[in-house]
T-cell receptor, first 114, second 108 residues
């Protein structure tokens, strides 16, 4: 596609529910990144996928968060048993190769946990 | 630990030059990146310094000094559309660490 796409664009859920966020990177980009941005705050790095390598999950905020990248393309970020503090914009980015390459961001998923 | 510090807010007039500093404490970043984010928008990549020195891209330049754990973003010929938040970020093998961002206000 022309750019990074994310779905849903907005998600409202109740505390305790699970949510799944999707990211479609730019075709041919081997690197994919997830970030979180709370209102008025900076970017918080969550996880980085490079090709088929196993990602370092230590940046995920808690064990309720998990991320997968299937077939080196689409990625899903899953939050189990959501809490109100999970409310934020979840941003996905992709780059042609590794960390030194230009990252192209998707529009984000705005998550609100009631 | 990893931390990057930036001024929270900077104000400058249209046509001027502004420098946004970023100092960091880290066990070793490979490089320093800069991102621009307009209110309500997604971040846009501006530059990446893998080596010490100045990188110039149009009106924007970025500088890195590893020995001083310091970098800056220089914006020249400021335009109203440059009003945005600017973030520096360091990468360490497989993670990114972001500063809290500098809000740039460009006034006519």
């Amino acid at each position: 596609g022309a750019g990074v796409s994310q779905s849903p664009s907005n998600k409202v859920t109740e505390k305790g529910k699970d949510v799944e966020l999707r990211c479609d990177p730019i075709s041919g980009h081997t690197a994919l990144y997830w970030y979180r941005q709370s209102l008025g705050q900076g970017l918080e790095f969550l996880i980085y996928f490079q090709g088929n390598s196993a990602p370092d999950k230590s940046g995920l905020p808690s064990d309720r968060f998990s991320a997968e990248r299937t077939g080196g393309s689409v990625s899903t970020l899953t939050i189990q048993r959501t809490q109100q503090e999970d409310s934020a914009v979840y941003l996905c980015a992709s780059s042609l190769a590794g960390l030194q390459e230009t990252q192209y961001f998707g529009p984000g998923t705005r998550l609100l946990v009631l | 630990g990893q931390s990057l510090e930036q001024p929270s807010e900077v104000t400058a007039v249209e046509g001027a030059i502004v420098q946004i500093n970023c100092t960091y404490q880290t066990s070793g970043f490979y490089g320093l990146s800069w991102y621009q984010q307009h209110d309500g928008g997604a971040p846009t990549f501006l530059s990446y310094n893998a080596l010490d020195g100045l990188e110039e891209t149009g009106r924007f330049s970025s500088f890195l000094s590893r020995s001083d754990s310091y970098g800056y973003l220089l914006l020249q010929e400021l335009q109203m559309k440059d009003s945005a938040s600017y973030f520096c970020a360091g990468d360490n093998f497989n993670k990114f660490y972001f500063g809290s961002g500098t809000k740039l206000n460009v006034k006519p």
